[in-house]
C-alpha cells in the first residue's frame, strides 16, 4: 500500500495544508469546481497502525472529504486482507471516460458511472462475498470456529439474487471525474462498500481518518482519539443537507425491514413524523436527538439503535431518548425473566446441570471461543465459559457411560443473541447436521449453508456427532432474540426439537452498523435476514417462534425439579 497509505507520519503533519488542485468538473453538477487535496493522518484499526492518507474536498471546507479511485481500491482491498483474513481477495480496476470498474478475483465487478452518480452490481453479494466461502453469502468465517467444524459442500447451495443500481443522484450525492481523476465522497464509500460486509466505518473529524472495526476491542481506543476533536456544535449547510441525503440512501436500500413498517421512502418516512426539518438542522444536538427518537422510538426493532454520539457533540453528551413499545417490552420482559430465575439461582446459573434424568444447558449468549484454545488438546470442562466448550462438555456428560439422562433441555431464555458462527457450530451438534439460510432483501438473493461438528471430538464427522438419541427441548421466552431467536426456529423446523416455554423475541436481519456524514454512530437491521427452510421454502424468524407446550409463568422455567416432572409427562 506504499503509494497511499505512508507509514507513522511525523506529528507536525496532523495539521491539514491545502494544496491548490486543478479545476474538474463535479459530474453530478454542471458548474465547474476547485478541487483541493489534503494530507491526514490515518489510522487503521487502531492507533497503533498510523499512516497517511490523500482527501480531497469540492469547496474551501473540510468537512465533506472526497476519496480518489485509487485509495478506493486500496482500502477495499486492505480491509479485506486484514479483517477478513481474506489475501484471495483482489480487484482490477478499469477506468474508461465517466465509468470506473472494479473487477474481483472470481470476475464479478462494481461498475462507478460518475456521469449518472451511480453504482451498479451485476450480482452485489458475489462482488462483495470472501473468496473463501462456500456460497453467495457467507454465514460461516474460513474455518469455522476451531478443527472439528465443517461445512457439508454437497448440501449446501445458492440462489442469486438480482443485479442492483444504486442511484445516487436521485439522493443529490455527487460523484466527481475529469481528465482521468475520479472522487467519491468518504461516507458514501463507508456505506456502500464497507459498512455491510466488513463491519466497517470511515470516520472523519477533519483532523484524521479513522478506519473503525465497529465493536472491536482496538476500536475503543481509536474512538478515543477520534473525540479528541474539539466538538463543533453548528454544522455547514452543505454537510447538513449530504449528510441528511445520505443517510436517506443507506435505509432506502439497506435497511432490512423497509416493507414490514410500509417505508417506500425514507425521506417521505421523516416528513410523516415531522423529523425530517430536525435530522437537517445545522445544530448538532438537534440532529442527533432526531436521529436517536427515529431509531429507538419509530424503527424500535431492538437490532436498530442510536449507538454514539458525533465527535461534533462530543462523548458524553447527553441524546434524548424514547424508546418504542417493543423496546420496552423487551427490557420488561428480560428482568421478569432474570429475577425469576435468580429466587432459584441467586448467586449464579450452572451451564450444565442435571435433574434426575435431565440435563439443562443454560447459556444467555453465543460466546466465541478464543481462537488459541485447542479442546483436543485440552477437552473443555464444567468451568469453561464460552458457549462452544460449555456444550462439547455437556456433550461429554450427557453421552458418558450409564448416563441417567433421557430429556435434554437447552435454556435460551434470556439469551439476547451473539455471534452466528457459535450459533451454528451449536445447532450441527445438537442435529448432526444444521442448516442456515441467509436472504438478502436487496437482491432476493439466498444462501442455504449446511454444516457439521464433531461433537465427541474423535476426529469424526459421522452419526455419533449429535444429541438425536435424546429427547430434546429448547426453553424460550419473549427475551429469546436474534441468535437466542434463530437457534429455536432452526430446532422447530427439524421436526425433531420441541419448543417449550412462550414464544421467543424474533430478530432476522444482521445487524449493520453505520455513520452518518456528520459523525454519528448507529445500528440497524441490515438486508442479510436469517432465515430456517421448511419444505424447500424460506421463512424469516423475526416474528420469533411459537412454542409447542406453552408455559406461562416465568417462575416454572427455573423450578427445575417440576420443570423435568413436566417434561417427563410430556412422552
Known amino acids: 500500500m506504499g503509494r497511499v497509505f505512508r507509514k507513522k507520519i511525523p506529528v507536525l503533519l496532523v495539521v491539514i495544508t491545502l494544496i491548490a488542485g486543478t479545476i474538474l468538473c463535479a459530474c453530478g453538477n454542471s458548474s ?67 465509468l470506473v470498474t472494479f473487477t474481483r478475483d472470481n470476475q464479478y465487478y462494481m461498475e462507478i458511472d460518475f456521469d449518472k452518480d451511480t453504482f451498479s452490481f451485476k450480482d452485489f453479494d458475489a462482488f462483495f462475498v470472501p473468496s473463501w466461502s462456500k456460497t453467495i453469502m457467507d454465514v460461516l468465517s474460513p474455518d469455522g470456529v476451531f478443527d472439528g467444524f465443517i461445512i457439508s459442500e454437497d448440501s449446501s447451495y445458492s440462489r442469486y439474487g438480482s443485479e442492483v443500481l444504486i442511484d445516487l443522484k436521485k439522493y443529490g450525492i455527487d460523484l466527481v471525474a475529469d481528465g482521468g481523476n475520479y472522487y467519491i465522497p468518504l461516507q458514501t464509500v463507508s456505506d456502500i462498500i464497507l459498512a455491510l460486509p466488513c463491519y466497517v466505518l470511515l470516520l472523519y473529524n477533519e483532523k484524521s481518518v479513522f478506519v473503525y472495526e465497529y465493536g472491536s476491542e482496538t476500536g475503543k481506543d481509536l474512538l478515543k482519539k477520534w473525540y479528541e476533536a474539539e466538538p463543533v456544535q453548528e454544522k455547514s449547510e452543505a454537510l447538513s443537507e449530504f449528510s441528511y441525503n445520505e443517510l436517506c440512501m443507506v435505509m432506502d436500500y439497506y435497511y432490512g425491514l423497509k416493507e414490514y413498517h410500509g417505508i417506500d421512502s425514507f425521506d417521505k418516512f421523516f416528513s410523516d413524523v415531522a423529523l425530517k426539518d430536525a435530522l437537517k438542522s445545522q445544530d448538532s444536538a438537534a440532529g442527533a436527538n432526531a436521529l436517536s427518537v427515529f431509531l429507538d ?43 425469576a430465575r435468580m429466587e432459584y439461582f441467586p448467586e449464579k446459573v450452572p451451564g450444565y446441570q442435571e435433574v434426575g434424568n435431565t440435563a439443562y444447558i443454560t447459556f444467555d449468549s453465543f460466546m466465541t471461543k478464543d481462537k488459541d484454545v485447542d479442546y483436543y488438546k485440552e477437552p473443555p470442562t464444567a468451568d469453561t465459559e464460552d458457549t462452544i466448550g460449555l456444550f462439547l462438555y455437556a456433550y461429554s456428560q450427557i453421552t458418558r457411560d450409564n448416563s441417567p439422562i433421557e430429556n435434554v433441555v437447552f435454556d435460551v431464555s434470556l439469551n439476547g443473541g451473539g455471534d452466528t458462527v457459535t450459533a451454528s457450530y451449536i445447532i450441527s451438534l445438537i442435529l448432526g447436521e444444521g442448516t442456515l439460510c441467509i436472504h438478502d432483501t436487496l437482491t432476493g438473493a439466498y444462501a442455504n449453508e449446511s454444516f457439521r461438528a464433531d461433537a465427541n471430538l474423535d476426529g469424526q464427522f459421522d452419526e455419533k456427532d449429535s444429541l438425536l438419541d435424546y429427547n430434546l427441548y429448547c426453553l424460550t421466552s419473549p427475551s429469546s432474540f436474534s441468535c437466542g431467536n434463530l437457534m429455536p426456529s432452526v430446532l422447530k423446523s427439524s421436526g425433531m426439537v420441541r419448543i417449550i416455554g412462550e414464544q421467543s423475541g424474533g430478530g432476522a436481519c444482521v445487524v449493520m452498523p453505520l455513520s452518518t456524514a456528520d459523525g454519528t454512530i448507529l445500528q440497524i437491521s441490515g438486508p442479510n435476514r436469517l432465515s430456517y427452510m421448511k419444505n424447500g421454502s424460506i421463512y424469516d424468524i423475526d416474528k420469533g417462534i411459537e412454542p409447542d407446550y406453552i408455559i406461562d409463568k416465568p417462575e416454572h422455567f427455573y423450578d427445575r425439579a417440576k420443570l423435568t416432572d413436566y417434561i417427563n409427562s410430556l412422552y
Open 32 to 98: 465547474k469546481e476547485t478541487i483541493r487535496s489534503a494530507e491526514v493522518p490515518m489510522y487503521f484499526y487502531s492507533i497503533d497502525q498510523q499512516d497517511s492518507i490523500n482527501l480531497y474536498f469540492t469547496d474551501d471546507s473540510l468537512d465533506i472529504p472526497y476519496l480518489d479511485i485509487d485509495t478506493v481500491e486500496e482500502l477495499i482491498e486492505r480491509v479485506y486482507h486484514e479483517n477478513n483474513e481474506d489475501n484471495g481477495y483482489s480487484l482490477d480496476v478499469e477506468k474508461s471516460g465517466s
Open 297 to 339: 422510538l419509530y424503527i424500535d426493532d431492538s437490532h436498530s439503535g442510536y449507538t454514539l454520539n458525533s465527535w461534533r457533540l462530543g462523548m458524553d453528551a447527553e441524546v434524548e431518548s424514547k424508546y418504542g413499545h417493543s423496546v420496552l417490552s423487551m427490557y420488561e420482559s428480560s428482568m421478569k425473566y432474570y429475577q
